[in-house]
């Protein structure tokens, strides 16, 4: 009974923590149009982030109102970050790379069909190498022929997490950056999706870098 109170507390106060953060921060958007003509056309929409932008992204589309679907892990410590996606709006699919993977690949492959969904994946996730794009679900992105977006998130304050991914938190009234970038040509990509992939979500990110220290 300790224990699941101690757990509800911590969950709590991250929920009300990162509300409260959100709530005093600027956003600024580059390429909203890309994304927007995008939920026009009759085809699923496969959005790649890295692992350390998530809550960024997260409290992006919580802020539009916007309801989309990621993968939580079933470990313990993301069950609390679950808790506070869900409550941002987002649909979740439980499992990882290590634990429930077919549950996964099983609620992707269903969502690619639906030409409306809209899925968010953090490539690089649960466990890294941060910033390197693991196979499975852009493979799976690209047989289906989801449109393939790149999304970043950057913040002019934060805190970084010593965790495998360096997770970022805004601080308080600072001002977050999300970019969307050119659908990825799913022409000649041969058998090199991923790297091709990995380098189309950095060099994204690197610009996004670049405009928000501009």
Known sequence: MLKYYKYWLLKTILRIGLN????????KTYNAEIFLDAQKKNRSIFLCCWHSRFILIAGYFKKIKLSIWSVSSTHK???LMASILEGWGLQLIRGSSTRGWSNVLKGL????KKNNSIIAITNDGPKGPAMVAKKGSVVLALKNNAQIIAVSGAAS????????????????FSTIYIQFSEPLDHK??????????????TNNYN???NKNKS
């Not at 409260?20 to 956003?27: E, G, V």
């Not at 304050?157 to 965790?163: E, G, T």
């Open 20 to 27: 409260s953060i959100l709530a005093t921060c600027k956003w």
């Open 77 to 79: 410590d993301s069950e």
């Open 109 to 112: 492959i269903r969502l690619f």
């Open 157 to 172: 304050r934060f805190w970084k997490l010593s965790s495998w991914d360096g997770t970022i938190i805004p601080k308080p």
């Open 188 to 201: 000649n990509i041969g058998g090199q999706e991923v790297n091709i992939v990995s380098d189309y979500i």
């Open 207 to 209: 610009d996004l870098n």
